[in-house]
């Protein structure tokens, strides 16, 4: 597909230094926490600010009614050593990285969840893309052939069912705002293998969560239940946000991060007036904070938790659409938001000292579940160093592809 050149731009002199002083001390916390882990993976902080751990292998299942995502952490790890490597040059981050992929490997035959594409687009792809070594390309491909397996086809279009086996009614008919999050896998894949059906199951499953997700204005539904014959959409409802018809804010991100991603790899003029429209949203809902409330309908003691993770996935995604942006106009004023969403993190929640062993403190992974809240979260610390990577070493943790023509 021909591409489109797009602008670029330098951050201040002092933004700059800022952003490399963090990178230097997450290098420095990851390898003094790697010999700690054993065989397990961090997910989440305690309230001592030490890492609760998983292991890679924990997939995704029914405990009878109850959903349990697994561990759709791991891969998170793996991206951070990839960083620290590019970061710092030493090559005991690039051998941890590759040891830990193998423990992560397993997971690209899991065919219960969407989360595959989190787990391989923060570790396999990333590797794969600043080592040149195909090894790590071969995992990510067989996990995208998994994610891709998940495509439902109905009389309006088709969606990727985020959990659980397609044979199983309550997966079946079930998507979620994070898959937009999760497409980046599928859209990589096409590209590496020449397989356009991974794009178009990707392309599919954008359209037909524009047209179910969106609310008129412009916030967004955690997950919605289909009809799987029609695909309608039969209800919206929510795991981790306040309630059903709430602004879960992470979701938001999701969304905004996932229609960048769109509107990059398919050059669709709709994905960008989306991913513009969830993100003017979004910031109305800040009211000129860098943070969101963990949901922005919170109300009492639980509207003053805030979700650093959102922000980081956010800010991101900001970049990316800066960076894309067709107008140099727009996309210098998006770009500039990315930026001052990543230097607030830095100033005011980065954990720089030895007890927090987290990255961003106040994140909030599930309130209604109680984990993770007010913690750092493995995922929300890769977003906050992808966006760092995408200022300080644009190109080097993930390729800096083109806009798309449409």
Sequence with gaps: MPMKKTQWIEPAPAQRELFVKVLDRMAAKVADDEPRLGVEFPYVTAEDGSWKLLPASLSAGYAGEAWNHGNWFCGFWVGLLVASWLHTGQERYLRWARERMRLVAQRAEDGNTHDIGFIFNSSAIPAAHATGDRWYADIALRAADRLRARTVTTARGAYLASWGPLSDVRGRRSSAIDT??????????????GDCSFRLAADAHARMTAGSFIRPNGSTYHAVEYDDATGERHRGYTFQGAGDESDWSRGQAWAIYGYVESFRETGRAEYLALAERLAGYYLLRLEGRQVPPWDFDATGADASIKDTAAAAVVSAALLELGRLHPDTVSGADWYRRGVEMLASLCREDFAADDAHRGLLRNACYS????????????????????????????????????????
């Design 180 to 193: 937009m999050a999760n497409l980046p896998l599928l859209y990589w894949a096409a590209r590496d293998s």
């Design 367 to 406: 309130k209604p579940h109680n984990d993770g809240v007010r913690s750092a979260t493995m995922f929300g610390d890769f977003f906050f160093v992808d966006a760092l990577c995408a200022v300080v070493m644009p190109g080097r943790l993930r390729p800096l592809t083109e806009r798309a023509c449409a």
